[in-house]
């Protein structure tokens, strides 16, 4: 954790409007050090984030992608006539040094945004209506980004969603065992098992070229979008991932939040599984945005995409446990195993729901 001064010393590299006033940790996200940054000044509030570059390794090359993406996100607003952009696209600080990111005396990199005011952001959703603009956030993101010019965006994780690379890593995990935990999560080991193979079907369909790459967000969870004080969606945040991937992963990932009654993390797994009602808001918003852009493959497959992001959470929860907590933020120490668990109750009842959720999006696409 950072102090005040750390804080403000910080803040100063930055082209910022308005003075340092407080600063305090923010957020709920398990890789970075959110801070949010007071100035006193109405609507200049930043948020400044001590990034891990642990887990990405190149943040100029990450903190590039953010820029184009947020730069052509805010023109294409600009010229729909959009009001109020600055609360329907990040936009990103930059640093007096001309870059976008700072590294600090300890060779900690910091990067900041403005902040964006009256927001709401929910862990679990709380009705039909928040649903529906989510899955129109996801769908909106996914359909601006896809005349985005220029290079392939970078990996900023390279096999992030990469389901065989993951399973890899699971059973090296198995077999080096480094904390003797692997005897006691036998059956979360059975139900990973058990599942491995078919949930490669997107992938497999990505490799006989029947469904094509697009520019995905890849951490759609749904407290990474923002609506406004009216439940109106804004914009998605954490574009870390935002990276070359399949409209399944985004799709899939937000259900993963959305249709789940309750936290990720939930211990009373009889709480856990599928509101088909939510799913239902949240697929109409996604399809209205999509529709004249997605494939007959991808449209055939969605339906896969919730139960395979939530084995794929669930598998490296799961994994990380197996290998001590080396790579999610902890709050307690069985913290990992819950996480995991309560995945795969949710990859559970997806499968359970698996043809009515298939028929909903039929209906809806006719
Ligand atoms: C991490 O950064 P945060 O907390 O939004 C993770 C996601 C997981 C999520 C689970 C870079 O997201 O992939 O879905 O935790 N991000 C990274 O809550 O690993
Ligand atoms: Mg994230």
Redesign the pocket.
């Known amino acids: 954790m950072s102090n005040g001064n750390e804080l403000e010393n910080i803040f100063k590299s930055f082209n910022a409007e308005g003075n340092y006033l407080s600063g305090y940790t923010f957020g709920?996200?398990?890789?970075?050090d959110t801070y949010k940054i007071e100035t006193g000044r109405d609507q200049k509030n930043y948020l400044l984030q001590k990034l891990n570059n642990k887990?990405f390794r190149d943040i100029p090359g990450l903190q590039d992608n953010i820029y184009r993406v947020t730069s052509h996100i805010r023109i294409k607003l600009e010229q729909e006539g959009e009001k109020d952009i600055d609360r329907k696209c990040l936009t990103v600080i930059e640093a007096i040094d001309g870059n976008t990111w700072i590294q600090d005396d300890g060779g900690n990199y910091w990067r900041m945004f403005l902040f964006i005011p009256d927001h709401r952001s929910y862990d679990v959703v709380k009705n039909n209506d928040q649903a529906y603009e989510g899955g129109k956030a996801i769908g909106r993101f996914q359909s601006l980004l896809s005349d985005l010019p220029g290079p392939r965006l970078r990996e900023t994780?390279p096999f992030f969603h990469d389901v065989e690379k993951r399973l890899e890593t699971f059973h090296r995990a198995l077999n080096d065992d480094t904390e003797s935990r692997v005897g006691t999560v036998k059956d979360e080991i059975n139900f990973v098992l058990s599942r491995q193979e078919e949930m490669k079907t997107i992938l497999n369909l990505g490799r006989q070229g029947k469904i094509p790459m697009r520019i995905t967000h890849n951490?759609t969870?749904f407290n990474?979008i923002l609506l406004d004080e009216d439940d109106r969606a804004l914009c998605l945040i954490?574009l870390?991932?935002v990276m070359p991937g399949y409209v399944h992963y985004d799709f899939g990932?937000s259900l993963r939040t959305a249709a789940n009654m309750v936290a990720?993390d939930e211990t009373d797994l009889s709480k856990v599984g599928v509101n088909m009602t939510i799913y239902r808001s949240f697929t109409k918003g996604y399809l209205e945005q999509t529709r004249e852009v997605l494939n007959i493959n991808e449209i055939n497959y969605l339906s896969v995409g919730p139960s395979l992001m939530t084995f794929i959470?669930g598998l490296?929860f799961l994994t990380d446990y197996i290998m001590g907590d080396v790579?999610?933020k902890i709050h307690k120490p069985d913290h990992n195993i819950c996480r995991s668990r309560a995945q795969f109750r949710l990859v559970e009842s997806f499968e359970k729901h698996h043809e009515e959720m298939r028929s909903v999006i039929s209906d809806f696409i006719g």
């Open positions: 709920t996200g398990h890789i970075h887990i994780i951490d969870k990474n954490d870390d991932t990932d990720e959470m490296r790579y999610y």
